[in-house]
């Protein structure tokens, strides 16, 4: 579970802008701050369009059509101070957009104006946040909770729980929402029965994995691209496992 974590947070790739050419900037923001903030917007993710740059047949530092999208933006404020949206970017391929329309990314004053060109290329996390697909990735042992005969329904334990995963019913102690359980243990040390009548444990082998996307790939996507990259780490190890074998050999 964790190397999966992992494989999403470092290798599944996304789209980021990565290069930044300013035509014009006479905002107060100098150019790479700018670039910076570009970088960080999340982009829609073609993954099936595009390769990653070290990968692709062009051997270009520039990159070509399958290594790179550009992007470019062209505002001036002509009547009086306003914000920049990342929805006024304009892409050439219309798969690589904001995934938001909604973030903003400078200020500009009357007559200032912001002209740039952008490009966006396929990357890694392990190189960079931005190109993390998800904002939050995490797993936990699935909770398993007993509750023994010698419970006296005293409901102590359904106070102490900061989730609320128990409830207290006429004359018993039910399981609400098994899944919000932390395993954090406060329900045991807050049993009046010695020792005591709940016992919290966990399922082998199950698991509650959390990923939340950028917008980049769907959910689906990265798991099902991590698993593949996954694989394919292994088979690579156990390739060279054999190497070494058959060198003492
Ligand atoms: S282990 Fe913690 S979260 Fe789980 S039921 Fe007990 S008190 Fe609640
Ligand atoms: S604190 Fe212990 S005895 Fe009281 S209701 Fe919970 S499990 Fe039962
Ligand atoms: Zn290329």
Redesign the pocket.
């Given at each position: 579970m964790n190397a999966l974590r992992r494989v999403i947070v470092s290798e599944v790739p996304c789209m980021a802008i990565d290069e930044v050419v300013f035509l014009e900037n006479s905002s107060v923001m100098q150019d790479e701050i700018i670039a910076h903030r570009l970088g960080l917007v999340p982009l829609k993710t073609d993954l099936d369009s595009y390769n990653l740059p070290e990968d692709c047949t062009c051997k270009s530092e520039f990159g070509c059509n399958l290594c790179r999208a550009t992007l470019t933006l062209d505002v001036e404020a002509k009547e009086g101070t306003r914000p920049v949206y990342s929805g006024e970017l304009t892409s050439e391929n219309k798969e690589t957009m904001p995934v938001s329309d909604k973030i903003p990314l400078v200020k500009l004053a009357k007559e200032q104006r912001l002209k740039l060109e952008a490009y966006a290329r396929l990357g890694k996390g392990k190189d960079h946040a931005k190109w993390q697909p998800v904002s939050m990735c995490a797993y936990k042992y699935y909770?398993k909770?007993e509750i023994s005969k010698k419970c006296d329904n005293c409901a102590k334990?359904v106070d102490?729980?900061?989730?609320?995963?128990?409830a207290k019913k006429e004359d018993q102690i039910e399981?609400q929402n098994?899944e919000?359980?932390?395993?954090?243990?406060?329900?045991?040390?807050?049993c009046t029965e010695k020792p005591p009548a709940?016992k919290?444990g966990w399922e082998e082998n199950t698991f509650i994995f959390s990923l939340e996307s950028t917008g980049a790939l769907t959910p689906e996507r990265i798991m099902s691209e991590a698993v593949k990259t996954l694989d394919k780490q292994i088979k690579e190890f156990e390739s060279q496992i054999k190497v070494k074998k058959s060198e003492e050999t």
């Open positions: 909770p909770i334990c102490a729980c900061p989730k609320k995963v128990l399981i098994l919000a359980c932390n395993l954090c243990q406060d329900c045991v040390a807050a709940i919290i």
